[in-house]
């Protein structure tokens, strides 16, 4: 619930404001050489703002989705915690602690066979 707050305040607020500033100051810069003509800015001014305008547009964009990615980070983080500092539950009516971590994986081959097999098929498709 809390990831789908998120992204929602980030699809309003992040990269859509970003662009509707590009475009605001490009609006603003339109007029400006449309009435007064060739006077007062020339083409190549031109044209090397609006490409520095997108330069500097750019790398803020990706900072606000590194930031989107950090925050979930973040919150993935605290859940973590959370259930790492949460009670131990038990199950059933064994009291008896765990004699190994040891886990035992039979028939593993197979599996990696098979994964392997639809890893080549979807490669060469």
């Given amino acids: 619930m809390a990831r789908m707050q998120a992204l929602k305040l ?4 992040l990269r859509p404001l970003l662009n509707l500033f590009s475009a605001l100051t490009l609006c603003g810069l339109i007029p400006l050489f449309g009435f007064k003509g060739i006077d ?13 305008l ?3 547009n750019e790398p803020l964009i990706k900072l606000t989705s590194q930031q ?7 919150v993935s983080g605290e859940r973590i ?3 790492i500092n949460r009670p131990r539950q038990c199950y059933g009516c064994d009291q ?3 004699l190994s971590g040891r886990v035992d994986m039979k ?3 197979l599996l990696i066979v098979m994964i392997n097999m639809y890893c080549t098929i979807l490669i060469y498709r």
Avoid at 44 to 49: D, K, N
Avoid at 68 to 74: D, E, F, M, P, W
């Fill in 54 to 56: 997108w330069r500097l």
């Fill in 68 to 74: 989107s990615v950090l925050q979930q980070a973040v």
């Fill in 40 to 52: 007062v800015i020339g083409v190549g001014v031109l044209y090397a703002f609006i490409n520095y």
């Fill in 10 to 13: 980030d699809s309003i607020l």
């Fill in 81 to 83: 915690f959370e259930l």
């Fill in 107 to 109: 028939k593993l081959s």
């Fill in 96 to 98: 008896l602690p765990l």
